[in-house]
């Protein structure tokens, strides 16, 4: 009675029908062999909800039921590798996907990006598949999004808007072999050589813990070097990042800063160089915390009064341009700089003047220091 009543809702109208949707039962090659865009990779495994899967050769499986109203989807080891069980995502016809001429269209879009000539455009990404060639498993990937202009952004603060006549829409297409098909994994790595990948693996571990122990920086990009290994630190404000530096300061780390802080337009970003121990032990801070240190020492009072307009690097040591108020003297400022003393600046020299013009025709008369740190 109950298989009566089912047929004649459908009859009526009244219950979705999944009888379009073709049946996708298999096991497809994604990981090794497949070449795969890595912004197809990320959308397919996103829009099926099947993120976070074994590492090594990967398949995709999908079992579709006899009528088409469910799918399980999920990431398996290739039969050529030892079998993890691994959970699966369960979709619902009319819920999660819908059906027309042969073609899954999975209903969720998700938030994506894509480079465009000159920015990055922002907005979402539906995904559809269908069979493929040779029994494959095609997808198409539709992105579509605008370029987006920051308003106002300063550290924690931002607001942003989408900029006119700079939507567009992306179609993405990928292909998947089916398993028993697809090309034999790549030969083990020489173990030699992953011997040397894994130690190198742990100093990188070993070195981001201990910067993130004595810095409680963000830690960016990791890049090894001849001389040792290049860091990206990051801070949520100025201030952070002086105290950033300040523990590398007082830290045993042999470090140098390769390219000063500078605000990108969420955070404050910083990169150095860790030294090796064969590559000798130096300490040499950014031109961005001496001049903060400079700052903090110099004399002002009631009449007379400096203040640094601009610090450099200049080969080892650094170059500073101090502005010179109520008639104080390069060396009025320099030896106050010096009675108060430093544990960062060992001596600071006058070594000439510059001018500084102004846009209304105005200038004036800065003292141009040489400034050396204690090493």
Not at 102 to 114: C, I, N, Y
Not at 305 to 321: I, L, W
Request: aromatic residues 6%; glycine residues 8%; hydrophobic residues 35%.
């Amino acid at each position: 009675m109950r298989c009566l009543f089912l047929l004649l809702l459908l009859a009526l109208g009244l219950v979705p029908s999944a009888r379009a949707c073709p049946d996708l039962t298999g096991r497809y090659r994604i990981g090794y062999g497949t070449f795969l865009e890595p912004t197809a990779y990320r959308g397919i495994v996103t829009a099926l909800r099947v993120t976070g899967g074994p590492g090594g050769v990967l398949d995709l499986e999908i079992s579709s039921s006899s009528d088409g109203r469910t799918m399980a989807v999920g990431l398996l080891a290739s039969p050529t590798e030892r079998q993890q069980p691994q959970p699966h995502a369960k979709l619902s016809f009319g819920a999660d996907y819908d059906c027309k001429d042969g073609v899954v269209s999975l209903l969720a879009p998700f938030d994506d990006t894509r480079k465009s000539d000159n920015d990055y455009l922002e907005g979402t990404t539906v995904v559809s598949m269908r069979r493929g060639s040779g029994g494959g498993l095609a997808f198409a990937l539709q992105f579509t999004g605008v370029q987006r202009l920051d308003l106002y952004s300063y550290e924690s603060a931002r607001i942003r808007v989408p900029l006119p006549l700079t939507r567009r829409r992306l179609v993405e297409k990928a292909e998947l072999m089916p398993a028993d098909l697809a090309p034999p994994p790549p030969p083990p790595p020489n173990p030699a050589k992953l011997a040397r990948e894994r130690a190198e693996e742990r100093t990188v571990d070993t070195l981001r813990s201990k910067v993130i122990s004595l810095t409680g920086a963000l830690i960016g990009v990791i890049k090894t070097e001849t001389e040792g290994m290049r860091l990206q630190l990051i801070a949520s404000s100025s201030e952070q990042m002086l105290r950033i530096e300040d523990s590398l300061l007082t830290s045993d780390l042999p470090y140098e800063v390769v390219t000063e802080p500078y605000w990108d337009g969420r955070s404050w970003v910083v990169s150095i160089l860790v030294r090796s121990a064969r590559a000798g032990s130096v300490r040499r801070p950014s031109a961005f915390r001496v001049e903060k240190e400079l700052e903090k020492l110099l004399c002002r009072t009631n009449t007379k009064g400096s203040y640094v307009v601009k610090t450099k690097r200049n080969g080892e040591d650094y170059e500073a341009r101090v502005a010179l108020l109520g008639g104080m003297t390069a060396a009025e400022a320099a030896d106050c700089l010096t009675r108060r003393g430093s544990n960062l600046i060992s001596q600071t020299l006058p070594v000439g003047t510059e001018l500084q013009y102004f846009g209304d025709g105005d200038k004036r008369e800065l003292s141009v220091w040489r400034v050396t740190v204690w090493r």
